[in-house]
Antibody, heavy 115, light 108 residues
């Protein structure tokens, strides 16, 4: 059974940092590009960042470029998102996902940026 | 940045056909994918590669793409199909992904 399990969300003050993790199982992790997708309260889905299976290619939405860093540890089947200089509009549920042909998604982790 | 455009809402009566459109400049070269999201749940893939249906998705869900427009069709919509629907694709480079703004389907 495919599983993507996010962790690391929580409450953080504006300007702070947070690191999200996503543990994958049930599929050949290295064969898949994986993305982070977020959903602000009451809003639509927003693609945040993606990384190729090898980790060599990393891509970011304009809204997070320069503040967020995506990475992966293929030996641990784990995806990461380092989030720095957080703002109130980064408040959202963050999903790790492979949104293409297989449609693998986690259940999400909530990040709240507030003082 | 690349954008996909969907209508904010579509409304049909039970048993009618619902059509949700998604426009994007890269569609002649890139596939469209469709997700269903019900309140409080993670999105579920209902159509991939324009018109393929994952196992477990009812046959009433179908997809098509022509030019710069992709369409999700729900033939004989059911009350349980009420949800938000999102199209998904990538830009022409394939490196940057994007979701449409979402369409709220009401079946009543």
């Amino acid at each position: 059974e495919v599983q993507l399990l996010e962790s690391g969300g929580g409450l953080v003050q504006p300007g702070g940092s947070l690191r999200l993790s996503c543990a994958a199982s049930g599929f050949t992790f290295t064969s898949y590009a994986i993305s982070w997708v977020r959903q602000a309260p009451g809003k639509g889905l927003e693609w945040v960042s993606g990384i190729t299976g090898s980790g060599a290619g990393r891509y970011y939405a304009d809204s997070v470029k320069g503040r967020f860093t995506i990475s992966r540890d293929n030996s641990r089947n784990t995806l990461y998102l380092q989030m720095n200089s957080l703002r109130a509009d980064d408040t959202a549920v963050y999903y790790c996902a492979s949104p293409g042909d297989d449609g693998y998604w986690g259940q999400g982790t909530l990040v709240t940026v507030s003082s | 940045s690349y954008e996909l455009t969907q209508p904010p809402s579509v409304s049909v009566s039970p048993g009618q056909t619902a059509r949700i459109t998604c426009s994007g400049d890269a569609f002649p070269k890139k596939y469209a994918y469709w997700y269903q999201q019900k309140s409080g749940q993670a999105p579920v893939l209902v159509i991939y590669e324009d018109s393929k249906r994952p196992s477990g998705i009812p046959e009433r869900f179908s997809g098509s793409r022509s030019g710069t427009m992709a369409t999700l069709t729900i033939s004989g919509a059911q009350v349980e199909d009420e949800a938000d629907y999102y199209c998904y694709s990538t830009d022409s480079s394939g490196n940057y992904a994007v979701f449409g703004g979402g369409t709220k389907l009401t079946v009543l």
